[in-house]
């Protein structure tokens, strides 16, 4: 047999062996879809309880005429937009808003960079959930050149009494960060380009975040360690396992208000391995750049 013939004797042989493969792939994808749905109802009675307590948490708001403020930041498909979801599914919708801004027109351009931020502030009695936020200036739009290295820095010296006023004069500013690792907003990215029902949330930018991982890493250090500080805290929240970061957003949520009629039966104690605080978070990422030369998350 030449060795032509042999070649091609290999490569029919190769080719059910490469189907069988991809068949393997495909089933076990498939299985772990199946426990995916089994395991959904089980996940969402886990929130349920917490989801009643924000209840409480709302009218106490509503009684107390308070403003509460709940910053969403954080990398693309790093689990944001779910836990918002979870947090308000039962809420009034009288008195909560999710506010998720487009890109600025030209005339909000020209104002101050927080004008169009603070027209929607809370009244007296609401909670009002940004998903993302004015930090957009922090990390988004210097990465992409969106705002000049002038306008971020002047951001970064700003907002922390900016925040600290807000904070000064009653309103509840809790800001989350949702930290996910680069291999799994990779496979939340191959996920959505692959589900029809979630291509709508892939865009250009996102497209991106993959090639730009490490400067959006510099800009989150940077971020949270100028703007973390003992009056208006990051809190940084481990965004792997979506269901426990929903569980342990809440808590969180939950913590920051000593609100009437609560279960003390629950367990409102944010878990140490998914919830950590801004300064601590730095602290690890400095001990990962010395240990390894670059920051790791």
Same mark, same amino acid.
């Given at each position: !047999?030449?060795?032509?013939?042999?070649?091609?004797?290999?490569?029919?042989? @190769?080719?059910?062996? =490469?189907?069988?493969?991809?068949?393997?792939?495909?089933?076990?994808?498939?299985?772990q879809k199946v426990k995916q749905l089994q395991k959904k109802p089980q996940r969402e009675a886990e929130l349920e309880p917490f989801q009643v307590e924000l209840l409480k948490l709302q009218r106490h708001l509503e009684k107390q005429d308070l403003r509460m403020i709940v910053l969403f930041? #954080?990398? =693309? @498909? @790093?689990?944001? #937009?779910?836990?918002?979801?979870?947090?308000? %599914?039962?809420?009034?919708?009288?008195?909560?808003?999710?506010?998720?801004?487009?890109?600025?027109?030209?005339? &909000?351009?020209?104002?101050?960079?927080?004008?169009?931020?603070?027209?929607?502030?809370?009244?007296?009695? &609401?909670?009002?959930?940004?998903?993302?936020?004015?930090?957009?200036?922090?990390?988004?739009?210097?990465?992409? #050149?969106?705002?000049? *290295?002038?306008?971020?820095?002047?951001?970064?010296?700003?907002?922390?009494?900016?925040?600290?006023?807000?904070?000064?004069?009653?309103?509840?500013?809790?800001?989350?960060?949702?930290?996910?690792?680069?291999?799994?907003?990779?496979?939340?990215?191959?996920?959505?380009?692959?589900?029809?029902? %979630?291509?709508?949330?892939?865009?250009? /930018? $996102?497209?991106?975040?993959? $090639?730009?991982? =490490?400067?959006?890493? *510099? %800009?989150?250090?940077?971020?949270?360690?100028?703007?973390?500080?003992? /009056?208006?805290?990051?809190?940084?929240? %481990?965004?792997?396992?979506?269901?426990?970061?929903?569980?342990?957003? !809440?808590?969180? !949520?939950?913590?920051?208000?000593?609100?009437?009629?609560?279960?003390?039966?629950?367990?409102?104690?944010? *878990?140490?391995?998914? /919830?950590?605080? #801004?300064?601590?978070?730095?602290?690890?990422?400095? @001990?990962?750049?010395?240990?390894?030369?670059?920051?790791?998350?």
């Amino acid at each position: !047999m030449s060795l032509h013939e042999n070649a091609a004797e290999i490569e029919t042989t @190769a080719e059910p062996v =490469d189907e069988l493969s991809r068949l393997r792939s495909e089933l076990e994808n498939e299985r772990q879809k199946v426990k995916q749905l089994q395991k959904k109802p089980q996940r969402e009675a886990e929130l349920e309880p917490f989801q009643v307590e924000l209840l409480k948490l709302q009218r106490h708001l509503e009684k107390q005429d308070l403003r509460m403020i709940v910053l969403f930041e #954080g990398r =693309d @498909a @790093a689990g944001k #937009g779910g836990t918002i979801r979870r947090v308000t %599914r039962f809420m009034n919708v009288k008195h909560y808003r999710v506010v998720a801004l487009s890109k600025p027109t030209e005339e &909000e351009r020209s104002q101050w960079y927080l004008q169009r931020y603070v027209a929607q502030f809370p009244r007296g009695g &609401e909670m009002v959930l940004f998903d993302r936020s004015w930090y957009n200036r922090a990390m988004v739009e210097p990465v992409f #050149g969106f705002c000049t *290295d002038k306008e971020h820095e002047d951001f970064l010296r700003g907002v922390v009494g900016f925040e600290k006023d807000l904070v000064r004069q009653g309103t509840i500013l809790l800001k989350l960060y949702f930290s996910v690792t680069k291999d799994e907003q990779l496979r939340r990215f191959e996920r959505r380009l692959d589900d029809p029902l %979630r291509q709508w949330k892939l865009s250009e /930018v $996102d497209l991106q975040a993959q $090639d730009r991982w =490490d400067e959006f890493t *510099d %800009r989150k250090y940077e971020m949270l360690r100028r703007t973390h500080t003992n /009056v208006t805290p990051w809190t940084v929240i %481990r965004s792997g396992d979506k269901h426990q970061a929903r569980l342990n957003a !809440m808590r969180v !949520m939950l913590g920051a208000i000593d609100y009437e009629d609560r279960d003390t039966s629950l367990n409102f104690v944010p *878990d140490p391995s998914i /919830v950590v605080s #801004g300064s601590h978070e730095v602290e690890l990422m400095d @001990a990962a750049r010395i240990r390894q030369g670059k920051f790791t998350h």
